[in-house]
C-alpha cells in the first residue's frame, strides 16, 4: 500500500495485480480467510493511491476494462489496480478487438494534485486547446525571448513521459541553461554542457540556487511544486517570473491556460522563433559552501591510510564508482542527501524516492532496476534504518542472480532525525551487514572502517566480485552527516521548535 501511495505522490505508472476470492465462494457472504471486511474493501482502499482501478469480475468486459486502466496508467502516469478473482484466471474472453476506441475518463477518480486538477474531467477535456496552445506559445516566446537570463528546470514528468530527447531539442535549440530537481537528478545527463546542477533549494549548491531564484524567466517542465524540491529556501520561486508546465496544467506568470499539457507544449515550443544564446557557465569551482561536488576532491580522490572514513569522503570516492554503466539508487536519509553530490554520466541512472521519502525504498528498487536494464550495475546507498526495513530482499537479489553493490551507511540509526530531536528512539539494533551474503552463501561482505579500506573494497567489489552481490558495511560516526544534511536538518529543525 505504502509503495503505491509513494508511486502516486511521484507519478510512477505502476500496475497492482492483486488476487481475491473466486466469484463463485463468495455467495452468502462468508467468512473466507484475508477478508478485511468486504468482498470490496480492497479495492476501495486502493482507490486512494491509484488513478483507475478494475475488479475482472465480468470476462465479457474484462479485456476492455484492462485496456482502458492500461491506458489511465499511461496517461496520468500513476498507479492502477486490477482485481482478479481466483476463478477468473482462467475465464474465456471474447476475441481481443485491436484498436479499440479506449474511454480513458470512464471510472477516472478526482485527485488533488496540489491544487493541480483537483475535478475528474471528460476525455475529450484532455485534448489540447488549439487556441489556448497558440495564445500561451505568443506569451511564452515573448517572454523567453525578452529575458535577460532564463533556466530551464527540467522536472521528473520529463523522465516519466519519455521527453528527454525534446528537453535536448530544446536546450541544443536555444542554449538556455538547465537544472533539475531533486526528483529529477539525472533526467539530463550531468554531464551536458549547459547543465548546470541539481536546485536543491537552500540545501544546494549555492552558484545553482542563486542563478536559479534570480532567473527572470523559469521554464519548469513536469516539475512537482514540492518542499523538497522548491521551497526549502529563503528566497523561492515566484510565480510572476515562471512557465509552469505539466502532463495536466499550463499557467505562465499568473495566467492559466486550459488544456494545453506537457508533451505538445514542449514540441511546440521547439517549434517557435525562439533565439540562440550565448552558453552559460556558473562558477563550479566556488567552494563557499563546503560541499561543491565539482571540487577537485570529488574529481581525484586519494585514500589516506587510516584515517577514519566520513560521510564526505565516501561520497567523494563513490563519485569515482559513478560510470556510464551503474544506476545510482538512493534511499531516504542521507543516502540520498550525499548521493545528490554524486555526477550521473548517463539518463536516468539515478533513482530515489525524493518527494515521498518512504525509507526502505533502494534494496527492492535495485531488483526492478537491474532486471528492467542488467547492463546497469546498481550502486545501492542505503541507511541502516533502511535497510533493516527491506533489507531481507537481498534474498531475491540472490536469487535473480543480481550483482548490485550494497553501501549500508552504518551510523547505528535515524541519523538525519537526530540533529532536529534526538533520544533513544533514534537508536537501532546493530547488524552485522557484512555478514549477511555469508548467512545466504553468496556475495561478499566487507567491514570499511578508514579511506583505505574503502578503496581497497570498492576495488574488490567492482574487479574481484564484479559478478555477485557486495555488501559494504560503512562504520560512520554517529553524529557525521553530508554537508547537505547539515543545512536541511538546520531549517526543519528551527521549525520543529
Ligand atoms: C517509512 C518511513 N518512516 C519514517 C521516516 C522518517 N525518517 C526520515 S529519515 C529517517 C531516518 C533514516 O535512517 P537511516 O535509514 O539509518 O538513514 P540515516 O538518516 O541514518 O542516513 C526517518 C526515520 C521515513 N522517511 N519513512
Ligand atoms: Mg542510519
Redesign the pocket.
Known sequence: M?ATAQAFAEKSPLVVISGAPGIKERRRNPLLHHKVKDFDTQQKVFEHVTVDSVILDDSDTAISNIERVLSSARRFSRPIYIELPRDMVSAQTPALIRNREVDVQRSFKPFDDGGARAEAKPEEQYKTDLYSMKEALEEATTMINSSIHPVIVAGVEIHRFGLQDKLLQLIDKTNIPVVSTVLSKSTISEDHPSYLGVYEGAMGFQPVREYVESSDCLILLGALMTDINFSISPTPIEQSRSIYVTSEKLSIRHHNFENVFLNEFLVSLIETPLGKRAPVSIEKLDDKSGSNPYHTSYQHFVAEKNQKITVKRLFERLNSSVTNNTIVIA?????LFGALDLTIHGQTEFLSPAYY????FAIPAAIGAQLANPILRPIVI??????Q?TGMEVSTIIRFSLNPIIIV?N?K?????RPMLDGPF?D?LAWNYSQIPGLMDHGKGFVIETEDQLEESLYAAENIHSNELCILDIRLDIHD?SPA?QRLTEVLGRKVQ
Do not use: P
Open positions: 505504502n534511499d531516504v536519509g542521507d543516502s521519502l518512504s525509507m526502505g542505503v541507511g541502516d534504518g533502511a535497510f526495513m551507511l551510523n540509526g535515524y541519523g538525519t532525525e533514534n537501532i552527516g544534511l
